[in-house]
């Protein structure tokens, strides 16, 4: 019973194209959402999040938007490069009260290749 | 600070074998994770710990799985007896308030 779910495993864009990268959960206590970025051989590391209260967040060439309403959200990397190309994982966490109060439900991954 | 530290990096063993997982995070870290990698399920989180302390572990597969925090500064999952459905990478992961750190993994193969 997957409550998070990365519907796309994979994804193709070109350098300097915007990626998009999709994510939806069917738990509706989730109120607190991340963003991992994953390279091979390595741990995943935290990219961006956003809280239930918001419905974007920005960070740089990275945008997460959260649709609350069809439980559902979205990365956006403009522009796309090259060294982006990763696995991205999508996470959620309910009764969020601080950084480390958490479990994280994670979502299968989208691999994102960035084609020079 | 090193990081979240696993060990070893890869494992192969045989069926049937014990095999034992081990971490250490981050020196301050109140939280403490295990996760499991694999293309079917993506990440699962196995048990979690506070304060050396199991919090839950309802995620663990089996009694075949089992986990231990004896300090703040290491934890293992074991895995008696290993079966090939056991391979995947297991990621640990500790955490303070601003979030998560995840080791390198440790890729386990069951032959």
């Known amino acids: 019973d997957q409550q998070v779910k990365q519907n796309s495993p994979s994804l193709s864009v070109q350098e300097g194209r915007i990626s998009i990268l999709n994510c939806d959960y069917t738990n509706s206590m989730f109120d607190y959402f991340l963003w991992y970025k994953k390279y091979p051989a390595e741990g995943p590391t935290f990219l961006i999040s956003i809280s239930s209260i918001k419905d974007k967040n920005e960070d740089g060439r990275f945008t997460v938007f959260l649709n609350k309403s069809a439980k559902h959200l979205s990365l956006h990397i403009v522009p796309s490069q090259p060294g982006d190309s990763a696995v991205y994982f999508c996470?959620?966490?309910?009764?969020?009260?601080?950084?480390?109060?958490?479990?994280?439900?994670f979502g299968k991954g989208t691999l994102l290749t960035v084609n020079p | 600070d090193a990081g979240v530290i696993q060990s070893p990096r890869h494992e192969v063993t045989e069926m049937g074998q014990e095999v034992t997982l081990r971490c250490k995070p981050i020196?301050?870290?109140?939280?403490l994770f295990w996760y499991r990698q694999t293309m079917m399920r993506g990440l699962e989180l196995l048990i979690y710990?506070?304060?050396?302390?199991?919090?839950?572990d309802s995620g663990m597969p089996e009694d075949r799985f089992s986990a231990k925090m004896p300090n703040a500064s290491f934890s293992t999952l074991k895995i008696q007896p290993s079966e090939p459905r056991d391979s995947a990478v297991y990621f640990c992961a500790s955490s303070d308030f601003y979030g998560y750190t995840f080791g390198s993994g440790t890729r386990l193969t069951v032959v």
């Open positions: 020196s301050g870290h109140d939280y």
């Open positions: 710990f506070n304060n050396n302390v199991p919090i839950d």
């Open positions: 996470a959620a966490s309910e009764g969020f009260s601080g950084g480390s109060n958490y479990k994280l439900t």
